[in-house]
């Protein structure tokens, strides 16, 4: 029962490192997510997928790729880490958004710009 | 944007005593959906709450949805120190297109004192 796994936890960049946030969920899940969480401001979407193959944007897309070539696995992708994108990113999952299904999250990683 | 906000930011209660969230939020939706988050987590889905229900309850939660106020409210009766966290909703939202996006508030922290 793993449910939503984020690798990794923690994470030190210097500014212009790229790098990729994992996560893999296990229970055939259509829909899947990116959002981060800034002190005051909740939980804003960055990118979406509702399936293999498909992604669009959120909210706050920018300085971000996402790629979804299983159901499992959604990676963000840093390409140019810059300050402002300290934060703590997390993944979440649904069968399907829009049928009264709830989101599973995974733990989160914690970012840092430096 | 945020589409749900959450009134109280911080709310500090007494074991024992009832805690109320309210939530408002501003487009048409399919359902609205309550997290908690302790610190240092993933969220937790609470309850999910459709357009077309007006209460729900789920153990010691009690949700209620006006769609014409366009607000909700969560309720912890008979509150535990277990239940200090952040509470955010969130709202899946109707658009014309295919796909759908669930939009978070910015959060009540909730402190229940032994």
């Known amino acids: 029962n793993a449910g939503v796994t984020q690798t990794p936890k923690f994470q030190v960049l210097k500014t212009g490192q790229s790098m990729t946030l994992q996560c893999a969920q296990d229970m055939n899940h259509e829909y899947m997510s990116w959002y981060r969480q800034d002190p005051g401001m909740g939980l804003r979407l960055i990118h979406y997928?509702?399936?293999?193959?498909?992604?669009d944007q959120g909210e706050v897309p920018n300085g971000y790729n996402v790629s979804r070539s299983t159901t499992e696995d959604f990676p963000l992708r840093l390409l140019s880490a810059a300050p402002s994108q300290t934060s703590v990113y997390f993944c979440?999952?649904?069968?399907?958004?829009?049928?009264?299904?709830?989101?599973?999250f995974g733990d989160g990683t914690r970012l840092s710009i430096l | 944007s945020q589409q749900g906000e959450e009134d109280p930011q911080a709310l500090s209660i007494q074991e024992g005593e009832n805690a109320t969230m309210n939530c408002s939020y501003k487009?048409?939706?399919?359902?609205l959906q309550w997290y908690r988050q302790n610190s240092g987590r993933g969220l937790v889905h609470l309850i999910l709450i459709r357009s077309n229900e007006r209460e729900k309850h789920s153990g010691r939660l009690r949700v209620t949805l006006d769609t014409s106020k366009k607000s909700s409210s969560l309720l912890i009766t008979a509150s535990r120190a277990a239940d200090t966290a952040s509470y955010f909703c969130a709202t899946d939202e109707r658009t014309s297109g295919s796909a759908r996006q669930l939009t978070f508030g910015s959060g009540t922290q909730l402190t229940v004192l032994p």
């Open positions: 997928s509702v399936g293999a193959g498909i992604t």
């Open positions: 979440a999952s649904t069968p399907m958004l829009g049928v009264n299904q709830p989101q599973h």
């Open positions: 487009t048409s939706i399919n359902n």
